[in-house]
């Protein structure tokens, strides 16, 4: 299994545990983390969710050479994992409980992503966020255009969502893109810290505060994503598109030209 899910009191931890591939998230990771989901909004038990990769890194993204293909037959919507409740939160329902998130090493594309639909995010100090996908032919569609201007600011989000450059804990604390920065090694311990001090409160009043500030932000966020479901597949066909996925999968740099 390519995801781990364990129950700790109120709280429900969901680990990604693909080391060997960085964590790279391939279709059964996608889909064991969207059900994983559906069991936090299902489970009176539970309260709140912790998210985490096993090993050294969160995540070095999706495993494109396997899950492209798919958004290009299936459209963006794949990423939600077939489940009711999308952790992204923009190709389905958002899960109706608070998410902690906590993110070590290597951190890329749909973790940046991630940790912008999460509701409170702990990074190690050796965190290496990077948003990759202008550099593979392509643009992020799990909400980083949507989310990341508003969250973080114009500037901030444009920085890295244009440049493709790396950036590391003290920089993301900086543009509010996580809450709070630890020793390496200590950040699922103080996720989970922070979920049951989260579960410990009056779980109606938790959700209904969650719901309320999410009305006001989907608000903003459709008509950017419908934009978004209708500019994806011209990309994806596109020469760039093809010269990034096979740059990606023999580890070069990719050569483009603009069609």
């Keep these: 299994m390519s995801v781990t899910v364990e129950k700790d009191g109120h709280v429900l931890l969901i680990g990604v545990d693909r ?16 059900a994983a ?18 090993g050294g890194h969160f995540s070095a993204g999706l495993d494109l050479a396997e899950v492209l293909p798919a958004v290009r037959d299936d459209g963006p919507g794949v990423l939600s994992g077939q489940g009711r409740h999308d952790p992204f939160g923009i190709w389905g329902e958002p899960v109706p409980k608070p998410v902690v998130l906590a993110v070590q090493g290597i951190a890329f594309t749909l973790s940046i992503e991630l940790a912008l639909a999460c509701d409170v995010v702990v990074a190690a100090d050796d965190v290496r966020f990077r948003q990759l996908e202008v550099g593979r032919g392509i643009l992020p569609f799990g909400g980083a255009t949507l989310r990341a201007p508003r969250q973080l600011g114009w500037g901030n989000a444009m920085r890295f969502l244009l440049t493709g450059e790396e950036f590391g804990a003290a920089e993301a604390l900086r ?43 989907r608000a903003a966020e459709q008509p950017a994503v419908g934009h978004l479901r209708a500019l994806l597949p011209a990309l994806l066909d596109s020469d760039d598109a ?18």
């Design 242 to 259: 093809a010269e990034g996925l096979r740059s990606f999968v023999e580890r070069r740099d990719a050569v483009f030209t603009g069609t």
């Design 37 to 54: 989901y559906d069991q936090l909004a299902d489970d009176d038990g539970v309260r709140v969710g912790v998210v985490f990769g096993h």
């Design 19 to 34: 080391a060997a591939k960085r964590n790279a998230w391939d279709l059964a990771t996608i889909r064991g983390v969207a």
């Design 175 to 217: 543009i509010g893109l996580v809450q709070e920065v630890v020793p390496a090694g200590a950040q699922l311990d103080r996720a989970v810290e922070l979920a049951r001090l989260i579960a410990a409160q009056a779980p109606l009043g938790v959700q209904g505060t969650l719901a309320n500030a999410r009305v006001a932000a």
